[in-house]
């Protein structure tokens, strides 16, 4: 197995032990809440990094078929896996500051302090194309490279 597909199926586990862990954060909120639910971005932590887990297993599967260099595979695999991280980061802080339950409304905050909205803005377009590159790299890799 290539590096590519070593970060991939890497990132596979450590997303999956990470929903796991943050559904047991999910149930210690909804078990001591009054209204047994747990803060939204919790819930969205846990799912996201479920989904996560399994989207890599995807991505290691392309990877597989790719005819691309592991030079090029790694730095597709490496735009999406860390895209993915950084987003279940950025909703477990959300969580654990229980400061939001829409992190891109305006103001844009986290915790007490407001953000600039082109930070926002800015990483949400690099985040896209990061993702939906990295993954048109290994698609194209794929099906369509020589």
């Not at 997303?15 to 747990?38: C, E, N, P, R, V």
């Not at 005819?67 to 969580?95: C, D, K, N, P």
């Amino acid at each position: 197995m290539g590096s590519a597909a070593t970060i991939a199926v890497f990132a596979a586990g450590a997303f999956f032990m990470a929903g796991l862990l943050f559904g047991a954060w999910k149930y210690i909120h909804i078990h001591t809440s009054d209204k047994a639910q747990a803060p939204v971005y919790v819930d969205i932590a846990h799912r996201a990094a479920l989904m996560y887990a399994f989207a890599c297993l995807i991505i290691e599967r392309f990877v597989e078929l790719s005819r691309l260099s592991e030079t090029v595979e790694t730095a597709a695999v490496l735009a999406q896996v860390v895209f993915f991280a950084l987003a279940v980061l950025t909703y477990a802080i959300h969580g654990l500051l229980k400061d939001t339950d829409n992190q891109l409304e305006r103001p844009h905050r986290l915790g007490a302090v407001h953000l600039p909205g082109w930070t926002i803005v800015a990483f949400m377009g690099a985040l896209m194309v990061g993702e939906i590159g990295g993954f048109a790299v290994l698609f194209w890799g794929a099906f369509g490279a020589p």
